[in-house]
C-alpha cells in the first residue's frame, strides 16, 4: 500500500519538475496510487477526486478571481510599476538589495500575485544592480524573498492565498498570531538581507561584477503616457489591507444566520461555518479594483486595455485555482488510501509537547512534493488539520498559532527547483538554476523553515499559546 503512495509521490514531483500540467497528471498520478490499493477507478475518480476538487474551488474561487484580476489590473495600469520604482529611486543603487526586497514586499503584502511583482520588479532590479555593481545573478534571490518570502506567510493580515487556506480549517482569521508573525518576519528578513549581503561581499572579493547584460530588461512601458503617481498609486494596495481589517476586526458583525437561511437548505455545498476571512478578503480586493481602475483610467483609456485586462486576470485565475484544487484533489485520494495511515501515524508520533513541530514538518514535505505551497497546504490540512486542532486543543495550542505556524511552514520547502514560481523567476530574469538558485534556496527554503521551527521551539520552552 505505501509502495503506491510513493510511487505516485514519485511521478508526481517528476511531472511537475518537467513542466507538465498538474491538472491532467494530479489525478493520473492518484489513480497509479488507487489501483495499487484495488480502489476502483471512475469511482475514485468522480467521488473521491472531483468532490474534493468542487469543495476548494467553492471555497477559494473568489479569492483566486478577485485576485488575479487585480494584480492584472495593478500591472497594466503601471501602479505596481509605480510603487516598484518610488521604492527603488528612493533607496538607491547602493541599497540595491534592500530596495528590491521591499519593493517586492510593499506589492505582496498588498495583494498582487507574486508573478505580476517579480515582472515588475525585475526591470528595477536589474537598473539598480548593474548601476551598483552587483551580480545579476543575485537578483532572482533577491526579489524571490521579497515577492514570496515574509510577506507571502509570516506578516499577519497578508492578503495572499497561502495565509487564507487556513482560515477554513481552523477557524480564523488572516491576522492570526500577530506576535508569532511578526517575530517571524523580522527574523527572516535579517536572515535574508545578511545572507544576500555577505554573498554580493563575496562575489566582489573574487573579481566578479554586474556580468552579462540583459536587454529584455528595458521598461515596455515607457510608451510617453503619464505614469499613475506613486502615492495614488498604493492607494489600491493600502485599501486591500485596511478594508480587510476593518471587516475582519473592527465590525465583526457576520450574522451565523445568513447561511443557515431556507434559501441555502437544499445545496449540497453548504458552509459548515462563516468564511469571515474569505468574504472580507473579497470585499478588499474589490475596493482596491475599482480603485485602481479609477486611478489609472487615463492609462487604460490610452493603452485601450482595460477590457483585455479584466479578461486576462480571469483566465488566469482559472489556470491557479485549477492546478492548486487537482493537487487537493490528488491529496484526498491518497488519504483515502490504508497506507497513508502510516504516513500520517508518523508524523503525529513526532510529540514534543506540541502539535506544531508535526504540523510544520507536514505542511514542508507535502509543499516540497508538490512544488505548491497552497497546493501542499492544503494537502495538509485537508488529511491532518482535524487531528492538528483536537491535538492542539489538548495541549493548549491555540488554533490562530496552528494557523500561523501552517502558512509560514508553506512557504518554506515549496520553493524547491520544480517549483513553478521559480522556474518562472529565473525566466524572467534569465537566468538558470546553476547561476541563482543557491540563493532562493536560502532566502525561502532554508530562512522560513529554519526560522520556524526555532520558533516553534521558543514559544514551547516559553510556553506561549498565541
Known amino acids: ?33 488507487a489501483l495499487t490499493a484495488g480502489f476502483s477507478l471512475l469511482p475514485t475518480y468522480s467521488e473521491l477526486f472531483m468532490t474534493n476538487l468542487a469543495t476548494y474551488v467553492k471555497n477559494f474561487f473568489p479569492v483566486f478571481l478577485l485576485g488575479a484580476v487585480f494584480g492584472k489590473l495593478m500591472e ?59 551580480p545579476r545573478r543575485l537578483i532572482p534571490g533577491t526579489i524571490a524573498f521579497g515577492a514570496f518570502g515574509f510577506t507571502m506567510t509570516a506578516v499577519p493580515g497578508s492578503p495572499q492565498i497561502q495565509n487564507i487556506i487556513p482560515t477554513v480549517y481552523f477557524h480564523t482569521d488572516a491576522f492570526a498570531a500577530p506576535l508569532f508573525g511578526l517575530t517571524g518576519s523580522a527574523l527572516m528578513f535579517i536572515w535574508a538581507v545578511v545572507w544576500l549581503k555577505y554573498r554580493q561581499r563575496q562575489m566582489a572579493a573574487a573579481g566578479e561584477g554586474f556580468g552579462e547584460e540583459d536587454t529584455r530588461a528595458m521598461n515596455t512601458f515607457d510608451d510617453g503616457i503619464p505614469e499613475i503617481p506613486p502615492m495614488l498609486a498604493a492607494l489600491p494596495l493600502i485599501a486591500v489591507l485596511v478594508v480587510n481589517y476593518i471587516l475582519t476586526k473592527v465590525i465583526a458583525t457576520w450574522d451565523p444566520a445568513i447561511i443557515k437561511a431556507p434559501a441555502f437548505a437544499s445545496l449540497a455545498l453548504v458552509a459548515k461555518a462563516i468564511p469571515v476571512a474569505n468574504w472580507a478578503l473579497v470585499i478588499g480586493l474589490i475596493v482596491g479594483i475599482l480603485l485602481t481602475i479609477a486611478l489609472g483610467f487615463a492609462q487604460f483609456k490610452a493603452r485601450a486595455n482595460l477590457q483585455a485586462s479584466i479578461n486576462a486576470g480571469a483566465i488566469g485565475s482559472l489556470l491557479a485555482i485549477m492546478n492548486t484544487a487537482s493537487e487537493v ?33 507536514t505542511v514542508n514535505a507535502l509543499a516540497g ?49 520544480h517549483n513553478g514560481a521559480v522556474i518562472t523567476l529565473l525566466a524572467i530574469c534569465g537566468m538558470t538554476h546553476k547561476k541563482s538558485y543557491p540563493d532562493i534556496c536560502m532566502t525561502t527554503l532554508i530562512c522560513p523553515f529554519v526560522v520556524t521551527l526555532f520558533l516553534i521551539l521558543v514559544w514551547t520552552i516559553l510556553g506561549l499559546k498565541f
Open 329 to 361: 484533489g490528488y491529496g484526498n485520494i491518497i488519504r483515502a488510501m490504508p497506507g497513508f495511515a502510516q504516513i500520517r501515524d508518523f508524523l503525529l508520533s513526532i510529540d514534543p509537547g506540541t502539535p506544531l513541530i508535526s504540523e510544520a514538518l
Open 1 to 33: 500500500m505505501l509502495f503506491g503512495i510513493i510511487l505516485s509521490l514519485c511521478l508526481l514531483i517528476w511531472i511537475a519538475y518537467k513542466g507538465f500540467s498538474v491538472i491532467i497528471f494530479a489525478p493520473l498520478c492518484a489513480l497509479v496510487a
Open 76 to 134: 497594466d495600469s503601471g501602479a505596481a510599476r509605480s510603487v516598484a520604482r518610488f521604492i527603488a529611486i528612493k533607496l538607491g543603487p547602493q541599497q540595491a538589495i534592500m530596495a528590491t526586497i521591499l519593493a517586492g514586499a510593499a506589492l505582496t503584502y498588498g495583494g498582487i500575485s507574486l508573478f505580476v511583482v517579480a515582472f515588475a520588479v525585475y526591470p528595477f532590479a536589474y537598473s539598480l544592480f548593474k548601476e551598483a555593481g552587483y
Open 369 to 417: 512534493i508538490t512544488g505548491s505551497a497552497s497546493g501542499g497546504m492544503s494537502i495538509a490540512l485537508e488529511a491532518m488539520g482535524a487531528r492538528f486542532l483536537e491535538w492542539g486543543a489538548q495541549t493548549g495550542v491555540s488554533p490562530e498559532l496552528m494557523h500561523r505556524v501552517a502558512s509560514m511552514s508553506s512557504g518554506g520547502f515549496d520553493t524547491m527547483p
